[in-house]
Nanobody, 124 residues
Framework: QVLLVESGGGLVQAGGSLRLSCAAS????????MGWFRQTPAKEREFVAT????????YYADSVKGRFTISRDNAKNTMYLQMNSLKAEDTAVYYC?????????????????WGQGTQVTVSS
């Protein structure tokens, strides 16, 4: 069992920045690829970014590429999402997730553990 807790969400103006954190409860955090997803009331949960177990590879949705950066610190059992140049359409609840494999994935089905979500609101 892996418990994930997100933090860092909030209200920011368009063009601003936020950094989300995802703290994992388990010492074997470095066995898992990790990902960020987001969801609004009008849309299904969608992929944002993923990072392999050792941080060696990262992948992004086209909508955030060049603006968001995913990273992890295995010594601290924590993953991050640095979000820059935020847009109103980035407004959503952001979820972190741990994959059942070591490689990154775009697919929700490849993630076995989820956090409770943190709200990000970007005002235009």
């Amino acid at each position: 069992q892996v418990l994930l807790v997100e933090s860092g969400g909030g209200l920011v103006q368009a063009g601003g920045s936020l950094r989300l954190s995802c703290a994992a409860s388990r010492r074997t955090f470095n066995n898992y690829a990790m990902g960020w997803f987001r969801q609004t009331p009008a849309k299904e949960r969608e992929f944002v970014a993923t990072i392999t177990w050792n941080g060696g590879n990262t992948y992004y949705a086209d909508s955030v590429k060049g603006r968001f950066t995913i990273s992890r610190d295995n010594a601290k059992n924590t993953m991050y999402l640095q979000m820059n140049s935020l847009k109103a359409e980035d407004t959503a609840v952001y979820y972190c997730a741990a994959s059942v494999t070591r490689s990154g994935s775009y697919s929700i089905g490849d993630y076995g553990y989820w956090g409770q979500g943190t709200q990000v609101t970007v005002s235009s």
